[in-house]
């Protein structure tokens, strides 16, 4: 499976359904999943990096996720409110 729609389905484990069923039909849906799985694996390489300003790296990474996550949780809602699906988000 692609690494960005196994990172959405881990993140949102409770709409793996709804992750897979926008992945086949939406394109933006599709590059948000991989926005999150480069942006989950850079704040991996920071969190064990000791470079310099490693700190704010993870900071702004995890920031980064969280609003991947945002818009991944807005597209869920959006298809849901379009197909009558009750799943809450």
């Known amino acids: 499976m692609d690494p960005g729609v196994l990172a959405a389905i881990r993140l949102l484990p409770r709409h793996k359904r709804a992750i897979e069923e926008l992945v086949l039909s939406n394109e933006s849906f599709r590059a948000l999943c991989g926005d999150l799985a480069e942006a989950e694996q850079a704040l ?40 009558g699906d009750g799943e809450r988000v």
């Open 44 to 83: 991996r390489r920071w969190q064990s990096s000791r470079a310099a300003g490693h700190a704010e790296r993870c900071v702004e990474y995890r920031h980064l996720v969280d609003g991947l996550e945002a818009e991944l949780r807005q597209a869920i809602r959006e298809r849901e409110r379009r197909s």
